[in-house]
């Protein structure tokens, strides 16, 4: 199984940045996905996720109204499109695969988002 992020890099604040996870390995409709990230010293968190078929999204407090989660499920990609990107957004982003109801679980190798202000 992969996951490989891509799409990270450094922008100003205000910009914009898109994310993409390509999966492989996996029947990518069965799983959900999602998007976390980890600054160093901290705790890895939640971002957004979407559901199996893409009808169900969920976003933290701190992505809402900026960054959109969404999936093809033909191509085995997801993606994160970040807007208005401030400083606080800096981190490692995560791409995760999980198999809802079988303890399934993948993650990528994560991309650097890095705003400067």
């Known amino acids: 199984v992969q996951l490989v992020e891509s799409g990270g890099g450094l922008v100003q604040a205000g910009g914009s940045l898109r994310l993409s996870c390509a999966a492989s390995?996996?029947?990518?409709?069965?799983?959900?996905m999602g998007w976390y990230r980890q600054d160093p010293g901290k705790q890895r968190e939640l971002v957004a996720v979407i559901s199996s078929g893409g009808g169900r999204t969920t976003y933290a407090d701190s992505a809402k109204g900026r960054f959109t989660i969404s999936r093809d499920n033909a191509k085995n990609t997801m993606y994160l499109e970040m807007t208005n990107l401030k400083p606080e957004d800096t981190a490692v982003y995560y791409c995760n695969a999980r198999l809802i109801g079988h303890q399934v679980d993948y993650w990528g190798q994560g991309t650097q988002v890095t705003v400067s202000s």
């Open positions: 390995g996996i029947t990518f409709s069965f799983y959900a």
